[in-house]
């Protein structure tokens, strides 16, 4: 029995269904995220196989819409593609940005502008059919404003360099500190390179990152968490959205964890900007 494969894919997680013609979709799981450009085409073709390692399924799917990140037109859907027709020999690929999979979802044939606030940020304008971005996106090293990599960057810094508030940075040591490695000096470390090896060498360092953006979630009450959130929204909203608007085309959609988590504190810099927050959700995809 043929069928397809609808992937929403992001950075911290790839969300897989398994779509039947008659049925509609039978089957739906989640596994790592992987992104293009930060893997090879073998390696991501290792990954897509872990998730489906039968041999036999993979020759009857025929179909696969793989939105994810990483797959822009100016990053590397080619890649993304050559790899999921290695695994699904059989099928036709459609590969495109986890942007154009969340604004069909969220604003289908009307107009408006949508963005991602995840692992990654990022923000276009959709005219109904296609995305237009007034500002490229530049990754967690240089861009990514908001996002859970850009949290949790801020957020590592200034606990390396001993400025946190000391109750959270002894929470910071319980949760994250004692797994790192980390020995305390006071209020800083006896060395970093547990996390500098982490970060110039491990794998996925935005994924490490944003891992420790849900501590701001946790203890959002501190003022310390407040102004960094209300900072990283503020950031998202005048970098990414705010060159997207188009005239009266000022309602924005959003899908993402860190969109949803911190939802109120996006309303209010979008009423400061004179934006319509209209629709914040998880996930796009169902």
Known sequence: MSVSLLVDGGGTSVKWFVRNPELGIVAQFRVEGMSPLYLTEDELVEKIREAFPLEAFCQE??????YGTGCA??????????ALQRVFPKADIVVD?????????????????VGIIGTGSNA??????TITY?????????GDEGSGAWLGRHLLRDWLYGVLPPVLAEGMYVEYGIALGLEPDGNVFKSTEPVMQRLFRGERPNQFLASFARFLWYHIDHPYCQKLVMQGMEAYVSTLVCPNVRGAHNGLKLVG???EAFQHQLQEVCEHHGLRLLDVRK???P
Do not use: N
Not at 73 to 82: I, S
């Open 257 to 259: 964890s860190v969109a």
């Open 124 to 129: 276009g304008f959709y005219d109904g059919k």
């Open 283 to 285: 996930d796009a995809l």
């Open 61 to 66: 799917v025929l179909k696969v819409e793989y």
């Open 73 to 82: 037109a100016d990053q590397a859907p080619w890649r993304m593609k050559a």
């Open 97 to 113: 940005s986890d942007m154009v999979g969340a604004a069909r979802v969220l604003w289908q044939s009307e107009a408006g502008v």
């Open 134 to 142: 007034a500002r490229p996106s530049l990754g967690y090293l240089l």
